[in-house]
């Protein structure tokens, strides 16, 4: 009988070089956004070598802790944007989410029905809820009406901006000689204790930090180590084929966005037990569109989500001083993230549609290889 060994590239080589593709895939990206930034701030008459000098130097210790705070919420916002990414749902409503989730674990902190952190953990619970909440209103529409996750959601934003501002009113505490609302302070004994990286306060890290880990690491598990999981994903990839599996894809919708609004209920919690400790007009703004692009940079993936918070984290932060420094404005770093989240999913598609040419020429090799005795026999057995 003859067999035919496989050789070592037959067996290996498609996964091998679509592994690598897959890895060098986010560095081509960033050399592509680098060039194409390049090329723009060439176009405007601005220096392109100080500017990337200036971007791209070592951050002191205070930048270093605010890049990481800032990643921190930024990974959150990822990872609730990402979850409905992987049941094939564009939850565009976690600016919403937080921001109503941010007001009401403020006030429920602000009263302190209980103490110490039995209040922290009731308002932490508190924004999840809400952020659930709202998010799983744009769940039930589209489980039940058919009704397009990305209009809903963008509609709970404006309508979230109007509910807050209208209760931030008759919430807020009257400051003498300010014009600025603001929700009362979390009391001292219910803050989240910020942790040290350096030499005075402005070198201090959320202690939320920890929690957001915690956050990705029961993503990840969730995803892959879960019945649940295995359903979000199988429906998000297919519905039809879920379907024929006894898989409810209107349950796993409303599911999906009830866990996704429930993340987004925690973007703003490092801000107000970390750093504001009240919830005001002033209140960060802008979170949940960014996770929208850091969840599309990092695929998915809790440690690539991380590195996508990281980068833009870095990115805004050493932009503060080109202002100053170089006279050029630090809105070029916005250009720079988008062209970066831009050439990541280029680069990704063609990486995807590459490895899938790869395996069909594997087959064909395995086809074209096997013994002609053997395809004559495998032939009848299917005619019989």
């Given amino acids: 009988m003859n067999t035919v060994t496989p050789t070592r590239a037959t067996r ?83 600016d919403g989410q937080y921001r109503t989730a941010a007001f009401v674990a403020a006030v429920v902190a602000g009263e302190a029905w209980l103490p110490g952190f039995l209040n922290t953990l009731l308002a932490l619970m508190a924004a999840m809820a809400v952020g659930a909440a709202w998010a799983g209103i744009a769940g039930v529409l589209r489980a039940t009406r058919g009704v397009s996750e990305v209009i809903s959601t963008i509609m709970l934003n404006f309508i979230s901006i109007s509910v807050v501002a209208y209760l931030l009113r008759k919430a807020a505490v009257a400051e003498p000689g300010s014009n600025s609302l603001n929700t009362k302070e979390v009391p001292e004994g219910s803050r989240i204790p910020n942790l040290s990286i350096g030499d005075g306060p402005s070198t201090e ?46 349950k796993m919708t409303i599911s999906a966005m009830l866990i996704s609004g429930a993340v987004a209920g925690l973007v703003g919690m490092p801000i107000l037990f970390g750093s504001s400790f009240t919830y005001g007009s002033t209140f960060q703004p802008g979170l949940g569109f960014a ?6 940079l990092g695929r998915n993936h809790p440690i690539g989500i991380a590195l996508g918070a990281l980068l833009f984290a870095f990115l805004d932060e050493q932009s503060n001083p080109l202002q100053i420094l170089v006279g050029v404005s630090p809105d070029i770093v916005n250009i720079t993230q988008g062209v970066i989240v831009l050439t990541v999913v280029v680069s990704y598609e063609l990486v995807r549609r590459y490895g899938v040419r790869l395996e069909q020429h594997a087959v064909a090799r395995a086809l074209a290889a096997e013994p002609a005795g053997r395809r004559d026999t495998s032939e009848k057995e299917v005619s019989a």
């Fill in 12 to 94: 290996t080589d498609p996964r091998l070089v679509t592994l690598v593709l897959r890895l060098g895939a986010p560095a081509l990206a960033l050399v592509a956004a680098f060039a194409i930034t390049s090329l723009v701030l060439v176009l405007a008459g601005d220096p392109v070598g100080e500017v990337w000098s200036t971007i791209l130097s070592v951050p002191e210790t205070r930048n270093l802790a605010n890049i990481i705070n800032n990643a921190t919420v930024l990974y959150l916002s990822g990872v609730a944007v990402a979850i409905g990414f992987r049941m094939n749902l564009f939850n565009i409503g976690v």
């Fill in 291 to 296: 996770g929208i692009a850091i969840a599309l």
């Fill in 205 to 250: 890290v959320y202690g939320f930090v920890v929690i957001a880990a915690l956050v990705g690491l029961a993503y990840w598990f969730m995803l892959n180590r879960t019945r649940f999981g295995f359903d979000l994903r199988a429906t998000g990839q297919s519905s039809t084929a879920a379907i024929a599996s006894g898989i409810s894809v209107k």
